[in-house]
């Protein structure tokens, strides 16, 4: 397994640029799928879990009762600090239990009910290995007649056609700083699958700009279900969208709903 701290992408591991990710990544269909699961779900280990908005949702739609069962627990794992630190300083922060860990190495030894990865996050694990050492991590963590969901962007789709500075573009405004232009470059190896892009946050009153270069990995699911087979899980259903789309060739998201194999 790679060393995941030699990885680690500034966009999530500096404070400076953290701040930035709840302006661009607000509530969005992925959570609001994950919520509608939750429900039936005892315990939710949340892994990649950033800044922590869908866990702290989930923490905040328990009732008193369940806060008081020692089993119903809500648990979010990011090794960014950065993202953590936002996370823990949000409303009912002390709802959630925080691990600063990446997946791959995870070993809490205990198993859930629900555990998801939202935001695309499966896609930061850049090998083979890491990926087959997340889907171990998940098999481990994981009870009998738990649930499993992630989201990976189809490569077919190339998403990454408009992350260039003229399709990117765009204006956020920074409670504090005020407004920020924001604008993405990303290259595309076709060989690996990996695109490294390049964020830009420019603040417009002081004319400081921040950068981060990161790289994430698309994978298809014909690559994806033998991974899957091999750390002992199986797909009760694939996902095209977080809105429950079918699965198609072209769909936006490749998104197994799945379980362990039972013996
Ligand atoms: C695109 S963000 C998604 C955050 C959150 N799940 C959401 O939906 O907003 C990806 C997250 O994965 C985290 N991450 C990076 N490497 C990781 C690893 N090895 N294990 C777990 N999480 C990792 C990053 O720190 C970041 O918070």
């Known amino acids: 397994m790679s060393d995941p701290k030699a990885d680690s992408d500034r966009l999530y591991q500096d404070p400076a640029l953290a701040q930035f990710y709840d302006l661009e990544n607000g509530w969005a269909a992925d959570f609001s799928f994950c ?3 939750a429900k039936d779900a005892r315990s939710v280990l949340d892994l990649g879990c950033g800044t922590g908005e869908l866990a702290l949702a989930l923490a905040k739609d328990r009732t008193a009762e369940d806060r008081t069962a020692e089993n119903k627990t809500i648990v979010g794992v990011d090794p960014a600090a950065a993202m953590l630190d936002v996370a823990r300083g949000q409303p009912g922060g002390s709802r959630v239990t925080w691990h600063l860990s990446d997946a791959q190495s995870l070993r809490l030894d205990r198993r859930f009910d629900l555990i998801v990865l939202t935001g695309h996050a499966f ?24 649930r499993f969901i992630f989201d990976t962007r189809n490569p077919a789709a190339e998403a990454w056609r408009d992350w260039t500075p003229e399709r990117s573009k765009r204006e956020l405004h920074h409670p504090r700083l005020g407004a920020v ?83």
Do not use: C, K
């Open 35 to 37: 919520q509608a699961l």
């Open 181 to 263: 232009e924001a604008w993405n470059d990303a290259a595309h190896d076709a060989a690996s699958g990996i695109v490294t892009y390049q964020t830009h946050y420019r603040v417009m009153a002081s004319g400081e700009t921040l950068s981060a270069e990161s790289r994430i990995r698309f994978t298809s699911r014909e690559a994806l279900t033998p991974l899957l087979a091999d750390a002992g899980l199986t797909v009760d259903e694939w996902f095209g969208d977080w809105e429950g789309g079918s699965s198609m060739p072209s769909a936006p998201e490749v998104i197994p709903l799945g379980r362990l194999v039972t013996p």
């Open 123 to 146: 896609q930061v694990f850049l090998t083979e290995a890491d990926q087959r050492a997340l889907l171990n991590t998940i098999a481990l963590h994981l009870n009998p007649q738990g």
